[in-house]
Nanobody, 117 residues
Framework: QVQLVESGGGSVQAGGSLKLSCSASPFIFENCAMGWYRQAPGKERGMVAT???????TYADSLKGRFTISRDHAKNTINLEMNNLETEDTARYYC???????????WGQGTQVTVSS
């Protein structure tokens, strides 16, 4: 069964905004840290933002002030508000949940974000 389902990707012009969402099972949502990662062609996957199960957030330095991660407890969902998008933000964005010492246990299929100039 699919553990995490991303939605909200699409194509926008530079300067625009998108909101991504990741739906999780109640067990995963309530017990695990979750996060957003992204990967562009030819690039390694990198962290965008994470939120702990008690609400602590972290962000990639380059994205602070433009991206915001949040938990929606009513929907067992985490969101990623992306503002003032740049062409460099073009990537496939993945939702992750439940930390291990070096990785996350669960990964979604990803949702594509394409930013054009």
């Amino acid at each position: 069964q699919v553990q995490l389902v991303e939605s909200g990707g699409g194509s926008v012009q530079a300067g625009g905004s998108l909101k991504l969402s990741c739906s999780a099972s109640p067990f995963i949502f309530e017990n695990c840290a979750m996060g957003w990662y992204r990967q562009a062609p030819g690039k390694e996957r990198g962290m965008v933002a994470t939120v702990g199960n008690r609400g602590t957030t972290t962000y990639a330095d380059s994205l602070k002030g433009r991206f915001t991660i949040s938990r929606d407890h009513a929907k067992n969902t985490i969101n990623l508000e992306m503002n003032n998008l740049e062409t460099e933000d073009t990537a496939r964005y993945y939702c992750a949940a439940c930390r291990t010492p070096t990785d996350f246990t669960y990964w979604g299929q990803g949702t594509q974000v394409t930013v054009s100039s």
